[in-house]
Nanobody, 120 residues
Framework: QVQLVESGGGLVQAGGSLTLSCAASGSIFSINVLDWYRQAPGNQREFVARITSGGSTNYADSVTGRFTISRDNSKNTVYLQMNSLKPEDTAVYYC??????????????WGQGTQVTVSP
């Protein structure tokens, strides 16, 4: 299984910006999909953004125009640049990977999450 570790969360005022990082480690052959999800207390985990190995991206309607997902393949790292943050963006943010290990096995991996809190 590929391991994912998120970082970059914190407290920010509404209208501010924050960048999250998620580094993948392990014996990795390829990573086809890297996603960001988020979950607020009492809510379902919801999709935020996706980037594929081919560089295609898509976003949840709630973040389109404000968030940007990118990846650095040399570092096996995915980023989420968040601008114009709103209090409703407050959640634990998780990265997700659909990856193939060097052993040849495919798996879905989740990071441990990083807290983002946006104050009004």
């Amino acid at each position: 299984q590929v391991q994912l570790v998120e970082s970059g969360g914190g407290l920010v005022q509404a209208g501010g910006s924050l960048t999250l990082s998620c580094a993948a480690s392990g014996s990795i052959f390829s990573i086809n999909v890297l996603d960001w999800y988020r979950q607020a207390p009492g809510n379902q985990r919801e999709f935020v953004a996706r980037i594929t190995s081919g560089g295609s991206t898509n976003y949840a309607d709630s973040v389109t125009g404000r968030f940007t997902i990118s990846r650095d393949n040399s570092k096996n790292t995915v980023y989420l640049q968040m601008n114009s943050l709103k209090p409703e963006d407050t959640a634990v943010y998780y990265c997700y990977a659909l990856a193939r290990a060097a052993s040849g096995s495919w798996g879905q991996s989740w990071g441990q999450g990083t807290q983002v809190t946006v104050s009004p």
